[in-house]
């Protein structure tokens, strides 16, 4: 059964066959495949707690910035780092023999997406987080500091929206 412009991916033909592309041990691409979903879960599962951060601050300023403190740290040393493996892993996948390749529409737009998402992190969602945290420290019930907390959520959810489209398209693989 040929799934999309992919070869099925039984090992065995109907003849009793190998396939050309299966060896009958693991291929190093279903290790990259494997490294790269575990990646996303783990980079997309912290973005997803961060609002529950937000909300266990409440009013308390001090709480509020230790949370700032603990998202920023948590995009750093967690989420950053695993759509960095993401992106290696992903390309490893096409790279090392699978079925996939960097022409098909889906993977092409996820690579897209990818970088866009990458430059609106560094470029404008992480200087706006740096934004709220000087004035959580300095200024938690301005004005300034709610316009501040409200683009950062805002920046901070367009991402997130952006990088579960790129999930999807990895799920669904349609053919455009």
Not at 75 to 89: F, H
Not at 106 to 134: E, F, K, N, T
Not at 160 to 173: P, Y
């Amino acid at each position: 059964e040929v799934v999309g412009n992919r070869p099925p991916l039984s090992p065995v033909g109907p003849s009793g066959a190998r396939k050309p592309w299966h060896n009958g041990v693991m291929q190093i691409w279903i290790a990259f495949k494997l490294i790269h979903i575990l990646s996303v879960i783990v980079a997309v599962g912290a973005n997803l707690t961060y609002q529950f951060w937000y909300s266990r601050a409440g009013k308390s300023p001090e709480q509020l910035v230790w949370v700032i403190g603990t998202v920023r740290a948590l995009d750093r040393r967690v989420a950053n780092p695993a759509y960095i493996v993401a992106a290696i892993t992903g390309a490893g996948i096409i790279l090392s023999g699978s079925p996939y390749t960097f022409a098909m529409p889906w993977i092409s737009l996820s690579m897209l997406l990818y970088i866009a998402v990458a430059i609106l992190g560094g470029a404008v969602y992480a200087p706006a987080m740096r934004r709220q945290a000087a004035l959580a420290e300095s200024a938690p019930a301005s004005a300034e500091y709610a316009a501040a907390a409200g683009r950062s959520r805002m920046l901070g959810m367009t991402a997130t929206g952006l990088v579960l489209v790129i999930a999807c398209l990895m799920v669904v693989q349609p053919t455009f």
